[in-house]
C-alpha cells in the first residue's frame, strides 16, 4: 500500500522515509477487509514543526491510502478520526499534513475531514558547486 500510494519511490525509499524506532512518537493505523487482509492505512507520527501550526510537536498525517475497491466508504475518514483520538491522547492540540499542488483529489480529501489550506508551497533545490582542484 505504501508503494501505491507513493508510486514514483522504491519500496526502500519509502521505508528509509517513513522508517520509524521511536514508535512512542509515530502511530499505524489500518483497515481491516472482512475476510482477511488489509485495505487501507494511515501513518501519523509527531514534527517539531509544521507550516500553520502553533504548537510543538505536533501530529502529521505522514500517509494515508485506502484501497481503490474501498473509497468512498468514508474509511479514510475513520483513519482521521482514529489519528484525532490518538493525537488527544498523546497531549497534542494541532494535526497537520499535506499534499502535492497537483493533487486535487488529495486536497478535496484533506478538507472533507476538516483540515485547513495554511499555505502553498513550491521547494527549490541547488547544488552546492565542489571545490576545485
Do not use: K
Amino acid at each position: 500500500m505504501r508503494q501505491a500510494l507513493w508510486p514514483d519511490s522504491t519500496a526502500a525509499e519509502v521505508d528509509a522515509l517513513l522508517g520509524r524506532s521511536d514508535l512512542d512518537r509515530y502511530a499505524v493505523f489500518v483497515v481491516e477487509r472482512r475476510g482477511a487482509g488489509l485495505g487501507g492505512f494511515a501513518e501519523v507520527g509527531l514534527r517539531t514543526y509544521a507550516e500553520g501550526c502553533a504548537s510543538s510537536p505536533v501530529a502529521y498525517l505522514e500517509g494515508i491510502w485506502v484501497d481503490p475497491d474501498l473509497r468512498r466508504s468514508r474509511l479514510a475518514s475513520a483513519l482521521c478520526l482514529a489519528i484525532l483520538g490518538w493525537a488527544r491522547r498523546t497531549g497534542l492540540s494541532e494535526l497537520a499534513s499535506d499534499a502535492d499542488l497537483d493533487n486535487a483529489v488529495s486536497q478535496a480529501f484533506h478538507r472533507s475531514v476538516g483540515f485547513q489550506e495554511t499555505q502553498r508551497l513550491v521547494c527549490y533545490v541547488r547544488p552546492v558547486p565542489r571545490p576545485r582542484g
